[in-house]
């Protein structure tokens, strides 16, 4: 038999010994070991949500350490069934999805907790702080949602660039099954932060003890299998750098990336050439030089870059084209090496000077 480290209950000492399916946990009196009987949160009328979970978003550490926990049952789609349990962030501003399962098996909690970090991998800043701020409001709590997220992130001022740059996931359960077990280590090989930690109550002198074990990845090889994780996204990261075209271009004296050349060009045509309507704009640069529309309405542009959380037209005060019948477009914000050429071209067919910096 194999001892884990010890702890203490009162005036008893427990030690704990990990079994291929639970943890063994033993009072120690008198030069004694006992063993403590495991009992299931079913027949200690532990409920999930209103037991369980309520303890857990409290005391978050307990299963997820150096996290913060913004909401309870969250839910931003259609299918009014499918609810985060617990939505949290790291203090690298990383989103943590919590599944929590009172059953033995957590049957299909992996596949569920895939769904909902996509659903959330494009939440911002700004939407999380609304979001805190409602957690706060109905757990009557009089916090300012967005010092508190500052703080807690050690940020003087909000940084969307870093903000839920990935999305973890943590899995609670008095047990998994091989199909889970299986599954997540196929994910973490794959560099997807998914971790199962295990809750298993027992029963001593009339009170309910609970073990938790994080069994996945294991604790002593979690710095290696972060190391590796990291080299892998180095090289993944190197490559695509090599991919990348980071070329950029002077125009009127000033130097630009490809997109802001873009805006760059139309705004001194608009300066020289008022447009009155959106055929003069799209008759000076029609779509087919993108691949798609070069011009969108602004009400339209919001809605899409409220729906993806990216902005993908130009959206400032002094961006937004205002056309004397009233209309409000937005620039298409999306160039790259397959359609900046045909730009360029166009843009000299028009007069403009543009040559690579």
Request: net charge negative; glycine share 4%; proline share 3%.
């Amino acid at each position: 038999m194999s001892l884990g480290f010890p702890y203490q209950y009162a005036d008893t000492i427990f030690f704990s010994e990990n079994m291929e399916r639970f943890v063994t946990i033993y009072s120690f009196e008198n030069d004694t070991l006992a063993k403590v009987d495991t009992t299931t949160f079913n027949s200690e009328g532990i409920l999930e949500r209103q037991h369980l979970q309520t303890a857990l978003k409290n005391q978050i550490s307990v299963v997820a350490p150096d996290c913060l926990v913004i909401s309870e049952e969250f839910s931003e789609w259609s299918e009014g069934q499918r609810r985060i349990d617990l939505l949290a962030i790291d203090q690298q501003a990383n989103l943590v999805v919590i599944e929590l399962k009172r059953d033995e098996t957590g049957e299909h909690m992996e596949l569920q907790a895939i769904r909902y970090a996509a659903m959330v991998s494009t939440l911002t800043f700004s939407r999380a702080v609304e979001i805190f701020n409602d957690y706060l409001m109905k757990n009557h709590r009089e916090e300012d949602a967005e010092s508190s997220l500052l703080e807690f992130l050690g940020w003087d001022d909000p940084q969307e660039d870093k903000f839920a740059l990935d999305v973890r996931v943590v899995l609670v359960s008095s047990n998994f099954s091989k199909e889970i077990t299986t599954s997540v280590m196929w994910l973490n090989e794959r560099n997807i932060d998914i971790r199962c930690v295990r809750i298993i109550p027992h029963k001593y002198q009339g009170q309910v003890l609970i073990d938790v074990q994080q069994i996945i990845p294991l604790p002593e090889a979690e710095s290696y299998q972060v190391r590796v994780r990291q080299q892998s996204e180095e090289r993944r990261e190197a490559r695509q750098t090599a991919a990348r075209d980071y070329t950029q271009y002077l125009f009127d004296g000033v130097v630009h990336n490809k997109r802001h050349l873009v805006l760059a060009v139309i705004q001194k045509w608009i300066a020289e050439h008022p447009p009155q309507n959106l055929a003069d704009l799209n008759a000076a640069f029609p779509r087919e030089i993108r691949g798609g529309a070069m011009f969108t309405p602004v009400q339209d542009a919001q809605e899409i870059n409220n729906r993806g959380g990216i902005a993908r037209h130009f959206l400032g005060e002094d961006e937004i084209i205002r056309l004397p019948d009233q209309n409000c477009f937005a620039v298409s914000n999306q160039w790259g090496r397959g359609n900046i050429e045909k730009f360029i071209e166009k843009a000299r067919g028009l007069g403009f000077q543009v040559e690579e910096a």
